[in-house]
């Protein structure tokens, strides 16, 4: 068990990650997919504290939030984001690390930073989605009710990522030494059979019955072919977010957070960069001139990135 992943050091470090701690108003602000909104829904439901989503980090370049609460922004909890600020608390599993890099983990916390996976052993970066984290960081059991294993193995696609053709081997090392969920490690055995896809593909049913689209997927399952399902939406379509609360409620039994009309918004400066283009690459010295918002080592010679994030009414 990787000790970094132990619950009194993560608590302890940062004490913000429990959703019960009053050092933050109840506000969240959250990613644009399953992943996100199944973060978000786990942690209302784990609190007794009632929880608000008051903005959406939308493609990593714009922020939809809600007027009254624009302010507020910088005090919510971000989850399922990697944010490159001091003050931000945010939890995300993005590659944020390029080789000889020394950030600061500050107020974020990064999967991948905890464990000091960087570019250059990109092949063992975080391969499961956030909510798995906070499964196992709250000590919730996935609920035995029909299509709830199915829609959180969905979550960032990690049922395919544990199939054979894929990435099986880092995706029971996770689960073994850093999230060691009994069901998780029972699921894992399991990912890459022929009938577990039947299951999916019967769940897939179900969504498309409710008026989710599936949206676009990076990966396909071995033997159906079958491509993630994540739930993608546009902030601005507040009936398209409450529909998906509504299916995750129904099938987790979870109370999601309350939703904002999102009526503001903040468009940034979304960039790509090979890093062989880019002859004086420094990572912390880009951190501190640039006024670099998020960013993210999509593969291991690009980085992608925001700037101009302005939080001003």
Same mark, same amino acid.
């Given at each position: 068990?990787?000790?970094?992943?132990?619950?009194?050091?993560?608590?302890?470090?940062? =004490?913000?990650?429990? =959703? *019960?701690?009053? /050092?933050?108003?109840?506000?969240? +602000?959250?990613?644009?997919?399953?992943?996100?909104? $199944?973060?978000?829904?786990?942690?209302?439901?784990?609190? /007794?504290?009632?929880?608000?989503?008051?903005?959406? %980090?939308?493609?990593?370049?714009?922020?939809?939030?809600?007027?009254?609460?624009?302010?507020?922004?910088?005090?919510?909890?971000?989850?399922?984001?990697?944010?490159?600020?001091?003050?931000?608390?945010?939890?995300?599993?993005?590659?944020?690390?390029?080789?000889?890099?020394?950030?600061?983990?500050?107020?974020?916390?990064?999967?991948?930073?905890?464990?000091?996976?960087?570019?250059?052993?990109?092949?063992?970066?975080?391969?499961?989605?956030?909510?798995?984290?906070?499964?196992?960081?709250?000590?919730?059991?996935?609920?035995?009710?029909?299509?709830?294993?199915?829609?959180?193995?969905?979550?960032?696609?990690?049922?395919?990522?544990?199939?054979?053709?894929?990435?099986?081997?880092?995706?029971?090392?996770?689960?073994?030494? /850093?999230?060691?969920?009994?069901?998780?490690?029972?699921?894992?055995?399991?990912? *890459?059979?022929?009938?577990?896809?039947?299951?999916?593909?019967? %769940?897939?049913?179900?969504?498309?019955?409710?008026?989710?689209?599936?949206?676009?997927?990076?990966?396909?399952?071995?033997?159906?072919?079958?491509?993630?399902?994540?739930?993608?939406?546009?902030?601005?379509?507040?009936?398209?977010?409450?529909?998906?609360?509504?299916?995750?409620?129904?099938?987790?039994?979870?109370? =999601?957070?309350?939703? /904002?009309?999102?009526?503001?918004?903040? +468009?940034?400066?979304?960039?790509?960069?090979?890093?062989?283009?880019?002859?004086?690459?420094? $990572?912390?010295?880009?951190?501190?001139?640039?006024?670099?918002?998020?960013?993210?080592?999509?593969?291991?010679?690009?980085?992608?990135?925001?700037?101009?994030?302005?939080?001003?009414?």
């Amino acid at each position: 068990m990787d000790k970094n992943f132990k619950h009194y050091k993560i608590f302890s470090q940062h =004490p913000w990650i429990n =959703p *019960d701690r009053n /050092c933050t108003p109840p506000y969240l +602000v959250i990613g644009d997919d399953l992943d996100s909104l $199944l973060s978000a829904t786990i942690w209302n439901h784990v609190s /007794c504290r009632d929880w608000k989503i008051i903005g959406v %980090y939308h493609k990593y370049s714009q922020i939809y939030a809600a007027t009254p609460y624009f302010q507020d922004l910088p005090n919510a909890i971000w989850l399922d984001l990697d944010i490159n600020s001091y003050w931000i608390r945010s939890l995300g599993h993005h590659l944020i690390l390029s080789k000889k890099s020394q950030i600061l983990p500050n107020n974020h916390i990064n999967l991948n930073y905890l464990r000091g996976i960087t570019t250059q052993n990109f092949q063992r970066k975080y391969p499961l989605g956030t909510i798995h984290f906070l499964l196992y960081l709250f000590d919730v059991s996935i609920p035995d009710q029909e299509f709830a294993t199915e829609m959180i193995m969905s979550a960032d696609s990690t049922w395919i990522n544990g199939q054979s053709h894929k990435f099986a081997s880092n995706v029971k090392d996770w689960i073994e030494n /850093c999230i060691p969920r009994p069901l998780f490690k029972k699921y894992q055995k399991v990912m *890459d059979n022929y009938k577990m896809e039947e299951r999916m593909q019967k %769940y897939f049913e179900f969504l498309k019955s409710k008026k989710i689209p599936q949206g676009t997927g990076q990966v396909e399952s071995r033997h159906l072919q079958l491509k993630g399902y994540q739930f993608q939406f546009d902030p601005s379509n507040q009936n398209s977010l409450k529909n998906r609360l509504d299916v995750i409620e129904s099938i987790t039994g979870w109370s =999601p957070p309350k939703i /904002c009309t999102f009526d503001k918004k903040v +468009v940034g400066t979304r960039q790509t960069k090979k890093l062989k283009d880019w002859p004086d690459f420094n $990572l912390n010295k880009i951190m501190e001139n640039d006024h670099i918002f998020s960013y993210v080592f999509p593969h291991k010679g690009t980085i992608n990135y925001t700037r101009n994030m302005e939080f001003k009414s």
